[in-house]
């Protein structure tokens, strides 16, 4: 057998990110996390058996030096984000640059500071991670889904600018997640569950199975596309 190929996932100390590195370490990759969260990460490596390093990706010279001391890289998995939901007539400015600085340019950095390791790969990939929020136009979200918005707009303009290198995107609908747990308390989550298709809340390994699928051979073909994995939520409602 080859050499195993190796992906990068930011914000991979919990949640998608974490999931997403279990699924690729079960397919025989090698898997690099990268988070801010640095005794969060440890445990997470550490569990998984795989390379860790605490980043910033809001930092250009730190992303820049991660990257750099790579030998191989086959796959980027642009998973750290962050949202601070708030109302227009109550929102911090302070609060939503950070948003855009980690969802947009932290996005940015990453992918600018791997393309001469991706290019040097015989097939790469770049998978990010958008939001069902990004085309529900839900309220109170401050910028967060202005944020993923642009991200799936990067992700159709870097597929064409970086082809061969194929990239694509995720939209995550309703998942429970550490992030995530707490909108899904009580009665709130037999609410939404009844306001999806499937009649269920996701769970991040079926996120982190379509972003497998993603950088796997068998999506070879897969170039410039946004997946949501929403359960049909964005289809629709099941009620009439």
Avoid at 41 to 51: I, K, N, W
Avoid at 55 to 74: C, H, K, Y
Avoid at 189 to 211: F, H, L
């Amino acid at each position: 057998m080859g050499e195993k190929k190796h992906a990068v996932i930011t914000g991979g100390a919990q949640g998608l990110g974490y999931s997403s590195a279990e699924s690729l370490i079960s397919d025989g990759w090698n898997v690099s996390l990268i988070d801010l969260n640095t005794e969060k990460l440890r445990q997470s490596a550490a569990a998984l058996d795989c390379e860790y390093s605490t980043v910033d990706i809001t930092d250009v010279e730190a992303v820049n030096n991660f990257f750099l001391q790579l030998p191989r890289l086959d796959a980027l998995i642009n998973n750290a984000g962050i949202w601070k939901p708030q109302r227009l007539d109550a929102i911090s400015i302070t609060d939503q640059k950070l948003v855009i600085d980690v969802n947009i340019f932290g996005t940015l950095h990453c992918v600018k500071a791997a393309l001469k390791l991706l290019q040097s790969s015989p097939s790469s990939s770049i998978v990010n991670l958008s939001s069902l929020a990004a085309m529900t136009n839900s309220p109170n979200l401050g910028l967060y889904a202005a944020s993923k918005s642009a991200i799936e707009t990067l992700t159709r303009q870097w597929a064409l600018e970086l082809a061969p290198i194929r990239v694509n995107a995720v939209g995550p609908g309703l998942i429970l997640t550490e992030g995530t747990s707490e909108n899904y308390k009580g009665q709130a989550r037999e609410m939404r569950e009844k306001a999806i298709p499937v009649g269920r809340v996701g769970e991040p390994n079926d996120v982190a199975d379509v972003v497998s699928f993603l950088v796997s051979d068998a999506a070879s073909y897969v170039n410039g596309q946004i997946i949501y994995i929403d359960g049909g939520l964005s289809a629709g409602t099941p009620q009439r």
